[in-house]
Nanobody
Framework: QVQLVESGGGLVQPGGSLRLSCKGSGFTFRYYVMKWFRQAPGKEREVVAGITIDGGRKSYSESVKGRFTISRDNVRSTVYLQMNSLKPEDTAVYYC?????????WGQGTQVTVSS
């Protein structure tokens, strides 16, 4: 079955960095677009970044553009989110996502807390 497992979250001070990882299994990872979403308390889940199957095209929300970088390693079936210059408003649970035959799949999420 399709599984997405995120890791790498934690507590970091404003201005700090974290790298999130999401390993996929149960599907042919290299065939699918991958995305990162986040959900802050009391807010709707929002897309943060996306990457095409070969990594050739990347997209970012305006709130993270220039600070976050999405990448993927199709050999390791893993998508990454490098987060720099973190702000308190980046605090959220971060989820990776893919869509296969129209069905969305989500990981369990990893908590990122930006606080001094």
């Amino acid at each position: 079955q399709v599984q997405l497992v995120e890791s790498g979250g934690g507590l970091v001070q404003p201005g700090g960095s974290l790298r999130l990882s999401c390993k996929g299994s149960g599907f042919t990872f290299r065939y699918y677009v991958m995305k990162w979403f986040r959900q802050a308390p009391g807010k709707e889940r929002e897309v943060v970044a996306g990457i095409t199957i070969d990594g050739g095209r990347k997209s970012y929300s305006e709130s993270v553009k220039g600070r976050f970088t999405i990448s993927r390693d199709n050999v390791r079936s893993t998508v990454y989110l490098q987060m720099n210059s973190l702000k308190p408003e980046d605090t959220a649970v971060y989820y990776c996502n893919t869509k296969i035959w129209g069905k969305a799949y989500w990981g369990q999420g990893t908590q990122v807390t930006v606080s001094s």
